[in-house]
């Protein structure tokens, strides 16, 4: 019984030793592979992935089960790479890159096929060269959203098995500022390039460049601020970029904001002493602040660094003309002249010079020199005839107009000055024609208006004086001198209410016209409104004869005197060696009754005309009213002497002689009672 557990006991240990072996030999295999794994994980995991792939294959061709993808090989920029599930393929514009072939179960390929969204090659992209420019344009102009980074992930590369879709790769499209660029270059739409730079910049907020470009955009565009809110960003970036500073020093001047154009380009000055643009820019803006002396000073330190930059030796010169200084003018346009191969400004600006000087010969001998070298230059023709025009010599004048017009038959200025030219001969229905052709090409010249309106108010032509003057009104709505005209052309056409609302006008704006004043008050008068038209009278300064006599015969009307008198002694102080004057004031006098003044004025008055039957007759009636009679028939009887037909002193006389009768009956009534 004993040995028989001994020996149960003893096959038992026999057994379990073998297993103990095995499970000990396990542990150390596994222990080995773990090793393995974290000594030589790469080898490892080829091994892994090709025991795999063996098995699936075995699955794929023995149990047709659905092959597995692993990866494609591809060639990208002349690089072999693989791509695959679980990793994102980049692609940006500068990448090409062909699918050579699809790793999968299917050995052979045969029913494998691949897609590239966003890619229209075909049906299937394999061995076909793939362009990520096309992608990345496909991107852009579809307008899909973009995130802050540039990156577009809603493309996939589609594996295809039998035409089913079996596995997929991502890509990963990233949009750079490159690409915007690229798209605004290429846009004729100023609006595209605008918004593709705006993007361009928020992908890469520090590149300088991109934001320059859209500055120079939006300054062309003039939309000057938000051009100066890039360069300022470019500057806050990159303060010494004197590029940026120089176009923000532009853009200020293209703002008139000129002090902030010299301070900037001071700044550049700073930075580098030698930089002429900055010189340029502070000029142009002392220019146009009219402050010409640091105009010049800045112009003459560009050219001292530039000798030949002839455009601003041209703005030196134009400074010094400005200024006055015209023997430094014409030195720096004679050196143009002289170096330049484009002379053509200068000499044209040296016979403008000399025509401005009133040294016609020299402007003729310049603006010939400017026909030599451009024959078809209509402003040296149209200069040219201005110049012949100060020497007197009309036919030459005539000619080079109507050359000037031959060249350029709607130019407005010089189709005026050969309506002027002829306006001054008197050739009106030629100036007319000349001035009408002006309006054709520009209906609103007020010059041409104006000419027109003075032509047809001269010809009397009224209606049409009214036409233009009108036009001209409703432009130059302050010009007192148009008022003044179409009051005078509405008068004639005996309109005066509208003849005093423009006379009117034209007094309020300050028309410089003497006669003013006497046409609303003549105007006045016609519309019965004496006391408005007294009014006028009395403005007018100072009076003539004939003013003050309406003057004293109102006042006498109003049986104001002192006023009435006083306006006819007015005539005596203007002409106080003539009758008339002196009549007049007899004849004031005589209705306000002081007798004994008049009898002296019309005693003066026939002083200086023995021969003036009126004073005559008016000596006797202010005899004949203080009752001396026997004056006032013979002053009756002088009048009528000098003229018979004086129907005063024929009535007067027989009256006269009745009232001595009867005086002299009176006398004898008297004598017989005493």
């Keep these: 019984m004993i040995n028989r557990r001994l020996n149960n006991e003893g096959q038992h240990r026999e057994t379990l030793f073998p297993i103990n072996k095995i499970l000990i030999a396990v542990v150390c295999v596994i222990l080995i592979f773990i090793l393995i794994f974290f000594l030589y994980p790469k080898p490892f995991r080829y091994f892994a992935f090709y025991a795999s792939r063996v098995k699936n294959t075995f699955s794929y061709y023995v149990l047709n089960s659905r092959p597995n993808f692993y990866y494609l090989e591809m060639e990208k920029n002349g690089k072999d790479i693989r791509a695959g599930e679980n990793e994102a393929l980049d692609v940006t514009y500068r990448d090409e890159f062909v699918i050579k072939s699809v790793v999968s179960d299917d050995l052979t390929g045969k029913y494998m096929n691949v897609k590239v969204e966003g890619l229209n090659k075909g049906k299937n992209d394999l061995g076909v060269l793939l362009k990520g420019v096309e992608l990345v344009d496909k991107i852009i102009k579809s307008g899909t959203m973009i995130n802050d980074s540039g990156i577009v992930s809603d493309y996939k590369i589609l594996i295809n098995y039998r035409n089913k879709k079996i596995a997929s790769v991502p890509l990963k499209v990233v949009i750079t500022p490159q690409d915007w660029f690229r798209f605004a270059k290429d846009s004729s739409n100023v609006k595209e390039q605008i918004e593709y730079l705006k993007k361009a910049i928020d992908l890469n907020k520090n590149d300088i460049s991109v934001r320059k470009i859209l500055a120079g955009v939006y300054s062309r565009q003039g939309r000057l601020d938000e051009a100066i809110g890039q360069y300022k960003d470019v500057v806050e970036l990159k303060p010494d970029d004197t590029i940026a500073l120089g176009e923000l020093a532009k853009c200020y001047i293209k703002k008139k904001e000129y002090d902030e154009s010299i301070k900037i380009s001071r700044q550049i000055i700073k930075i580098n002493p030698k930089e002429v643009q900055a010189y340029i820019s502070v000029g142009l803006s002392f220019a146009e602040k009219g402050l010409w002396d640091q105009a010049i000073q800045n112009y003459r330190e560009a050219v001292r660094l530039e000798p030949d930059n002839y455009p601003v030796r041209l703005k030196l010169a134009e400074a010094y003309k400005n200024k006055n200084l015209m023997n430094a003018a014409i030195e720096e346009y004679k050196y143009i002249a002289d170096h330049s191969k484009?002379?053509?400004?200068?000499?044209?600006?040296?016979?403008?010079?000399?025509?401005?000087?009133?040294?016609?010969?020299?402007?003729?001998?310049?603006?010939?020199?400017?026909?030599?070298?451009?024959?078809?230059?209509?402003?040296?023709?149209?200069?040219?005839?201005?110049?012949?025009?100060?020497?007197?010599?009309?036919?030459?004048?005539?000619?080079?107009?109507?050359?000037?017009?031959?060249?350029?038959?709607?130019?407005?200025?010089?189709?005026?000055?050969?309506?002027?030219?002829?306006?001054?001969?008197?050739?009106?229905?030629?100036?007319?024609?000349?001035?009408?052709?002006?309006?054709?090409?520009?209906?609103?010249?007020?010059?041409?208006?104006?000419?027109?309106?003075?032509?047809?108010?001269?010809?009397?032509?009224?209606?049409?004086?009214?036409?233009?003057?009108?036009?001209?009104?409703?432009?130059?709505?302050?010009?007192?001198?148009?008022?003044?005209?179409?009051?005078?052309?509405?008068?004639?056409?005996?309109?005066?209410?509208a003849s005093a609302e423009n006379y009117e006008k034209a007094i309020k704006y300050g028309a410089k016209n003497s006669n003013l004043h006497y046409n609303l008050a003549y105007t006045y008068d016609k519309l019965g409104k004496e006391k408005k038209a007294i009014a006028e009278y009395e403005k007018i300064s100072p009076p003539t004869k004939e003013v003050l006599s309406i003057l004293g015969q109102f006042y006498l009307k109003e049986k104001n005197c002192a006023v009435a008198i006083k306006q006819y002694k007015k005539i005596a102080q203007i002409e106080p060696k003539k009758a008339e004057s002196y009549e007049s004031l007899g004849y004031a006098y005589t209705k306000c009754n002081d007798l004994d003044a008049a009898i002296k004025h019309y005693r003066i008055a026939l002083k200086y005309d023995r021969e003036d039957d009126e004073a005559y007759a008016g000596l006797g009636e202010a005899y004949e009213k203080k009752g001396l009679y026997q004056e006032a028939l013979k002053a009756y009887n002088s009048a009528y002497a000098l003229n018979p037909e004086s129907a005063k002193a024929a009535q007067k006389i027989p009256k006269m002689k009745i009232k001595l009768l009867q005086e002299k009956a009176q006398k004898k009534i008297r004598s017989d009672e005493e």
């Design 342 to 497: 484009e002379a053509d400004l200068a000499l044209l600006s040296l016979g403008d010079i000399y025509l401005k000087l009133k040294k016609y010969e020299s402007a003729i001998k310049y603006y010939k020199e400017v026909i030599k070298k451009q024959p078809r230059s209509v402003a040296a023709y149209a200069n040219l005839a201005s110049a012949y025009a100060g020497t007197g010599k009309w036919p030459e004048e005539l000619d080079n107009l109507k050359k000037a017009v031959s060249l350029s038959p709607n130019e407005p200025t010089v189709r005026f000055n050969l309506g002027a030219a002829y306006d001054r001969k008197g050739m009106n229905s030629e100036a007319i024609k000349e001035y009408e052709h002006v309006l054709k090409v520009n209906p609103d010249d007020a010059d041409a208006l104006e000419r027109l309106g003075d032509l047809s108010l001269k010809n009397k032509k009224f209606v049409q004086a009214v036409k233009y003057y009108e036009k001209l009104a409703a432009k130059s709505s302050k010009n007192g001198t148009i008022f003044a005209n179409l009051g005078f052309a509405y008068g004639e056409m005996k309109k005066y209410a």
